[in-house]
Each structure stands twice: as C-alpha cells, then as structure tokens.
C-alpha cells in the first residue's frame, strides 16, 4: 500500500483525535515500519488494517465509519495534488464509470505498484450507475467516502446504496441514483 495512503491517514487522526493518539495506534499496533512513513513508500496493508483497528478500539467508531470518514479527507488530497484526475469531469457519474479505465490507469502512472481494487460497470443511464468492487482488502467503505465526496464536489446529490455479494466484503455491488436539484 503507497506511503500517501498512511501519511494521510495519520495526518486525519492527529487532526480529528490529537498527536496523542497517533502516538498510541502506533505503539498499539505493533508496526514493521515503528509507524514511520513516506509518502511515496511502499507498506504492507497489515499496517494499515493494524492502524484503522487500534484507532477503531481507542475511539469506539467502526472500522467502516473511520474508513468512511477518511475517504472523504483523501478525496481532498487527491483532488489537490492531483487534480488532472479530476478535472477532465463536470458529472460525478462520469468520473465514477471512468474509475477502472481512466483513473486507475492515472494513478498507476503515479504509482506503478499500487494495488488498487477493481471497478466493474454493469449499467449506466443519465441518472443512474450500478458497478461492482472487487478487493482483497475488502475497504469498500473507502470507495463509498470517495463517491460521496465526487458527488459533493460536482455540487451534486445522490443516493448511494450497496450490496455486500460476499460477506467479508471482498465484492461489492454499488448502485447510484443521482438526484436532480
């Protein structure tokens, strides 16, 4: 998983919980890397799982809730330090179909050895969008954070509801339903 990912990560926690707390979600979790990161590194997602859960336990927020939320800070970040992954769209939907074949592409680029989950469109009307993630890691409340925050950012509403077609959370059926007004 790439350095930004954690150092962002960290960054929101201090924000929202204090130095405090970063300092014991480290300590607690035990870190190959002693929580020592760059932004351009290369980490095993155990460290984050490690992170995410500690921060889980000390604030007694849900994983998914925390995941949420830090989506929503990384949309942000990704939006300005690189906002060529954004502005080629005026539609939130479009932006969203364009995850796997435009976006991640980008983000590859970037960063070649990102491993990022897979996005597969089933059906797309003008107001509407239905897709499947596919993710060992199983973050799917990140890729809901970053849909909300793509729709917030084009000044639009929608309905965002998903199905869990595993249970571990693996593979994700997203249905969107923009909202006029």
Known sequence: MKGIVFTEFLQLVEDKFGLEMVD????ESNLPSNGVYTSIGTYEFSEMLSLITSLSKNTD???DDLLLTYAEHFFSV???NYPQLIERYT???DMLESIENHIHVE???IYPNAELPTFQVLERTPNTLSMIYKSSRAMYSFG???MHKTFEHFNKRAVISYDKLKDDGTEVKFMIQMKNG
Do not use: C, F, W
């Open 24 to 27: 014991q979600i480290i300590e």
């Open 61 to 63: 927020i849900k994983t």
């Open 78 to 80: 990704l939006a300005s």
């Open 91 to 93: 539609d939130p939907l």
């Open 107 to 109: 983000v590859r680029k």
């Open 144 to 146: 809901l954070g970053l």
